[in-house]
């Protein structure tokens, strides 16, 4: 491996003959199957064999982050934030990867009764894996609070939980989140008293914020402002035209961020000019035309920069490792270009793209229930949410085009 990033013979020894060579090489050459440049290999492998040589033969055994530290000041005894971080951010994966990295295991808190309130969310209710998991991480933060401050589910009081919306809540969360989040603890609470684990009227004594739901405007761009963020992404880069996919994506047919991560290529069918997506809520697959700029932008992605990986999903990360994208890599993708553009926007994330696809299908005239199919609700209620717009538009009926999005 050293011999294929390296072209002087003096280097490559250097390399050999430095402590732990072999683990170092077998990293880099782990970096290089995941799509990691030459460029990057070759500096990563200058930041280990720095490291490698302040190492004692005692760290196969496991470094944890006082070791790791004090091996980084033996380096540079006043290292610079920046170096410090690059060496963090090269070392600790490299020990990682050989299960040498020693990371104290803290027990979540309540860990079972979180477990049971997942099985019962999923075995009993039936809910999707996204809700699952919304509530598992709501349910979790809560009790986790409750373990820091000192108290259990079993004597919880109703001042407990006005405590924890005092305490925890305030300058986090917007009315409409301090009701989601009652309403969670509400369910999560009567399932606990079921179970026996508090008491029965403590999922009772909370009272959700006022809040008339469609008393606020949404948060969804213009479709000016749509054009434009679309055309941030107008170069042949990698990122530029995997973005430019995405992008078209989330505002044509209003798809979550979810829905976008989980496209396989086997979804498109481009001689049929159909696009399969797995909605997350119903629950079950929904095929739409496939739109002609779509169409354009997923072939350009998937012909001329995809990387060639074995992974089925469209849309891969664009450094190593050459895996799926995340969703929280969705809305990073987003926000970054929402910030260039000087758009006054409650929330900058991919689910603004979904509220101005739904507002511009009602102002191109087509009913709630059109509009709710095509964004793959359950319910017109939930329509509702996303097209709260002027009067005016309302009286705007003409046939439905997405157009403008070249």
Known sequence: MFETLFNSQLVVARHRSGPFALERERYLHHGTTV????STQRHRAHILLRFARKMSPGDREGVDAQRLED?????????????????????????????????????????????????????????????IEQWRDRVATFLLWCRQTGRSLATLEPEDIDAYFVTYGAGRWSRVSARYVATMLRVFLRHAADSGLCQARLADSILSPRHYRLQTLPYAPGWDDVQRLISTAASDSEADLRDRAIMLLLAVYGLRSGEVVALRL?????????????RLKRRQPQTYPLVASVAQALHEYIDTARPAVEHAQVFIRVQAPRIPISRRAIYDIVARRFEGLDVTLA????????????????????????????????????????????????????????????
């Open 71 to 131: 091996i980084i000041g033996a380096i540079s005894p006043s290292p610079t934030p920046k170096c410090a971080l690059t060496m963090v951010t090269i070392a600790r994966p490299w020990l990682k990867y050989l299960g040498w990295w020693y990371e104290p295991q803290r027990p979540e808190a309540f860990v079972d009764q979180l477990q049971e309130f997942v099985r019962w969310m999923r075995d009993e209710r039936g809910l999707a894996p996204c809700t």
């Open 266 to 278: 086997d979804d498109i069918d481009f001689d049929r000019q159909q696009l399969r997506i797995w």
């Open 35 to 38: 799509g990691a440049t030459d």
């Open 347 to 406: 929330h900058h994330g991919p689910h603004a793209l979904r509220h101005a696809c739904a507002s511009k299908m009602l102002a191109e005239g087509l009913t709630l229930k059109e509009i709710g199919d095509h964004l793959g609700h359950l319910s017109a209620e939930s329509t509702a949410i996303y097209t709260k717009v002027d009067l005016a538009a309302l009286r705007q009926v003409g046939q439905f085009d997405l157009g403008g999005l070249q």
